[in-house]
T-cell receptor, first 118, second 111 residues
Framework: GAVVSQHPSWVICKSGTSVKIECRSLDFQATTMFWYRQFPKQSLMLMATSNEGSKATYEQGVEKDKFLINHASLTLSTLTVTSAHPEDSSFYIC??????????????FGPGTRLTVL | TQLLEQSPQFLSIQEGENLTVYCNSSSVFSSLQWYRQEPGEGPVLLVTVVTGGEVKKLKRLTFQFGDARKDSSLHITAAQPGDTGLYLCAGEETSGSRLTFGEGTQLTVNP
């Protein structure tokens, strides 16, 4: 499968600060990347779909001004949590959809970023 | 958004036992993927099923896609402690490449 990295793997920040999380596809070009959030003991919830060179598409209930997504290249997407609050503490996971995928779409996931807001 | 119900949510069994996890929906999916996730890590793809009625085997794991492509099951034979983890099903929506995830099944296999 495809290799996806995330940085940082964990981050602790103070309330009110902004945090940037990077998602990189290491061995392929990714036209589309997805950002998920996962709370303890729960499944993944899609936050937004990031398309290279265009604006991200956010899921209902996700504030686009709070969760800024930039997909400036075919190998990098970033998620910035602005003015983070304790309720934003979660496990953030990205996934990629390799370019030129076959007849069905398989997403490959990064290792996740644990965000803790104090 | 298409919904996917996964059951059971929690399963604790003894080593050597068999188990089945189910994912059901009223909607049709283009494909269905099964993932396994360890604590603090991202999901790892186990298998993708695409054709209605398809059955795929991965060692002791058997995956089945319903004839109508609305449901799927994962059967594990002779479970081992190393099978412990969170199992997630995810359906690819017919309207695009988005995945709808089930609630997950936390499996614990006791030695």
């Amino acid at each position: 499968g495809a290799v996806v990295s995330q940085h940082p793997s964990w981050v602790i920040c103070k309330s009110g600060t902004s945090v940037k999380i990077e998602c990189r596809s290491l061995d392929f070009q990714a036209t589309t990347m997805f950002w998920y959030r996962q709370f303890p003991k729960q499944s993944l919830m899609l936050m937004a779909t990031s398309n290279e060179g265009s604006k991200a598409t956010y899921e209902q209930g996700v504030e686009k001004d709070k969760f800024l997504i930039n997909h400036a290249s075919l190998t990098l997407s970033t998620l910035t949590v602005t003015s983070a609050h304790p309720e934003d503490s979660s496990f953030y996971i990205c996934s990629t959809l390799p370019r030129g995928q076959g007849s069905y779409n398989e997403q490959f996931f990064g290792p996740g970023t644990r965000l803790t807001v104090l | 958004t298409q919904l996917l119900e996964q059951s059971p949510q929690f399963l604790s069994i003894q080593e050597g036992e068999n188990l089945t996890v189910y994912c059901n929906s009223s909607s049709v999916f283009s494909s269905l993927q099964w993932y396994r996730q360890e604590p603090g890590e991202g999901p790892v793809l186990l298998v993708t099923v695409v054709t209605g009625g398809e059955v795929k085997k991965l060692k002791r794991l058997t995956f089945q896609f319903g004839d109508a492509r609305k449901d799927s099951s994962l059967h594990i034979t002779a479970a081992q402690p190393g099978d412990t983890g969170l199992y997630l099903c995810a359906g690819e929506e017919t309207s695009g490449s988005r995945l709808t995830f089930g609630e997950g099944t936390q499996l614990t296999v006791n030695p």
